[in-house]
């Protein structure tokens, strides 16, 4: 086996081989619980960005409003 050949199949079998290692440590971890524990006093908040130039007066106020409908 020539030099070129040996070295095409070495980063042949790390280029390969690499990525089907990983899945086959990948699929034992499957099984196991995702361990995830909900933090309570989590509040998700919303932010609404606008372009001002592009609303204009009217889409500003638009916007401002939301919270006294809510």
Request: charge should be neutral.
């Amino acid at each position: 086996m020539s030099l070129p050949t040996a070295l095409g199949a070495a980063l042949a079998a790390a280029h390969f081989g690499a990525p089907l290692a990983y899945y086959a440590a990948a699929k034992r971890w499957l099984g196991q619980p995702w361990r995830i524990r909900p933090d309570p006093a989590y509040a998700p908040t919303v932010t609404v960005a606008y372009d001002e130039p592009q609303c204009g007066g009217a889409g500003k106020a638009y916007i401002e409003a939301i919270p006294e409908r809510d």
